[in-house]
C-alpha cells in the first residue's frame, strides 16, 4: 500500500520533473525562468554566513536543454553549505543521481548531492571537491558535519560530472562519473525525506538532470 502512495504521489508532481521508467523522477530545470529560482524546491543552509542564492542559469554545455540549477553566492565562510532540495518527500531507500559542475571557488569548488534530509541540520551528503580533488561521503547531525569515508580521484573544476549516493537500510554507496567509488555502513537516519544538492563556502556550482529512483 505504501509503495502504491509514493508512486501516485510521484506522478502528481508538477513538471519541474518527468516520470519515467522504474519510477524515477528527475528534475531537469529547463522549464524554468533564467534568473530565478526554481519552483517546487527548497532553500536553505546549514552552518553560518549567508544563505545560497540558488537560480537557474543558461549552459549551452548542459547535459540536457540548456538550463541548469546554479549556485552562485561567493560568501567565502569556511563553515557555510547552502542546500537545494525537492518539496516532495522521498522513501528512505533511494538513489539520487545529479550531473554536477564546479565552476569557481578559491575556498571550495564543491558539489554534493543530499538523501534523508530532515532539515538543514539532519542529512547524508556525498560531496565532490576540484580544489581537493576527492569524493568524501558524510552525515550532517544537529547542524554538525561528520565524515564517514574518503576516495581521492579526478574532479575537474568546469567540466560535468556525475555524483551519485544511493541509500538502502543502513548501507550507504557512492558512485561518481558511474563508478562506484565508496560504501560505507551507518545508521544515522533511517527515515525517509527530502532529496536534493549541497556546496561549500564559495563555491560556484552547477546543476542539472537530479534524478530520484526509489529502491
Not at 159 to 170: N, S, V
Request: proline share 3%; glycine share 8%.
Amino acid at each position: 500500500m505504501r509503495r502504491t502512495v509514493w508512486i501516485a504521489l510521484l506522478l502528481s508532481l508538477p513538471l519541474t520533473a518527468s516520470a519515467e521508467e522504474n519510477n524515477m523522477k528527475v528534475w531537469r530545470f529547463d522549464d524554468a525562468k533564467v534568473s530565478e529560482a526554481p519552483a517546487h524546491m527548497r532553500f536553505d543552509r546549514t552552518g553560518e554566513g549567508k544563505a545560497g542564492r540558488w537560480v537557474v542559469q543558461a549552459d549551452k554545455t548542459a547535459p540536457s536543454g540548456g538550463h541548469v540549477l546554479a549556485q552562485l553566492d561567493t560568501d567565502a565562510t569556511d563553515y557555510r553549505f547552502p542546500v537545494a532540495v525537492t518539496e516532495a518527500s522521498a522513501p528512505a531507500d533511494v538513489r539520487v543521481e545529479v550531473a554536477c559542475k564546479p565552476v569557481s571557488g578559491k575556498v571550495d569548488q564543491a558539489c554534493g548531492v543530499v538523501v534523508r534530509y530532515q532539515d538543514r541540520d539532519n542529512y547524508y551528503v556525498a560531496r565532490a571537491n576540484a580544489l581537493e580533488g576527492n569524493v568524501r561521503l558524510y552525515y550532517v547531525k544537529a547542524g554538525k558535519r561528520v565524515q564517514l569515508a574518503s576516495w581521492r580521484g579526478t574532479v575537474k573544476s568546469g567540466t560535468w560530472h556525475r555524483l551519485a549516493l544511493e541509500a538502502r537500510g543502513d548501507q550507504l554507496k557512492v558512485s561518481w562519473n558511474g563508478t562506484t567509488v565508496l560504501e560505507h555502513q551507518d545508521k544515522t537516519f533511517s527515515s525517509g525525506g527530502s532529496v536534493g544538492v549541497w556546496t561549500k563556502a564559495d563555491s560556484v556550482t552547477y546543476f542539472d538532470d537530479l534524478s530520484m529512483t526509489p529502491l
